[in-house]
């Protein structure tokens, strides 16, 4: 069965400090990947998506970045983090053709300070 | 434009009495929907879903929706709450072209003993 794993669970940063957050998922081939940011009692936004190895669309101009140097690995980085960073971050995936069921990751709770 | 409109941030209800979450949405094509749940610091998990199949979709919980074209209107309903049931809701459309997710804003369900 097809899993999907993000670490870390909570991350403290200092503005101006860099981030990487990693989210890889098992069971599947050539699955499309997102991000989604969710602020404090608001909805989720997505903020990248991916239809294969160094294929990502941003959806948002923003302080933050996306790589996918592997089939099944996913990551969100930053050079210099924020304030306004701060939030819940959640990886997703979908089978390769984007049509069927997002299914989330555990999420990360960022806050930068 | 397509969008989701949660008609209620807060709905309280006692236990074992009716849940009713709202969800009213703006497509000029026949929309995919689901509804999400969230229970504090977690990722995301699917209810149920509707893909144009049968109106009334019965998802997992005891949780079931109707999606009412001419109302424009996709509720999640529950008989008999619990109280494992308190969570953060989420209405979902997905684009048809790109299978992007767009997220209601939530309803917050309190279940009250």
């Known amino acids: 069965s097809q899993t999907i794993h993000q670490w870390p669970a909570t991350l403290v940063q200092p503005v101006g400090s860099p981030l990487s957050l990693e989210c890889t998922v098992e069971g599947t081939s050539n699955p499309n990947l997102y991000w989604y940011r969710q602020a404090a009692g608001r909805g989720l936004q997505l903020l990248f998506y991916?239809?294969?190895?160094?294929?990502i669309s941003s959806e948002v101009p923003q302080n933050l970045s996306a790589s996918r140097p592997q089939d099944r690995q996913f990551i969100l980085s930053s050079k210099k983090l924020l304030l306004s960073d701060s939030g819940f971050y959640l990886c997703a995936w979908s089978d390769w053709d984007g049509k069927n069921i997002q299914y989330f990751g555990a999420g990360t709770r960022l806050s930068v300070l | 434009a397509q969008s989701v409109t949660q008609l209620d941030s807060h709905v309280s209800v006692s236990e074992g009495t009716p849940v009713l979450l709202r969800c009213n949405y703006s497509?000029?094509?026949?929309?995919?929907l689901f509804w999400y749940v969230q229970h504090p610091n977690k990722g995301l998990q699917l209810l149920l879903k509707?893909?144009?199949?049968?109106?009334l979709v019965k998802g997992i919980n005891g949780f079931e929706a109707e999606f009412k074209k001419s109302e424009t209107s996709f509720h999640l309903t529950k008989p008999s709450a619990h109280m494992s049931d308190a969570a953060e809701y989420f209405c979902v459309y997905r684009s048809g072209n790109t299978g992007k997710l767009i997220f209601g804003q939530g309803t917050t369900l309190q279940v009250k003993p």
């Open positions: 991916s239809i294969g190895i160094d294929q």
């Open positions: 509707y893909t144009s199949a049968a109106t």
């Open positions: 497509s000029s094509y026949s929309p995919s």
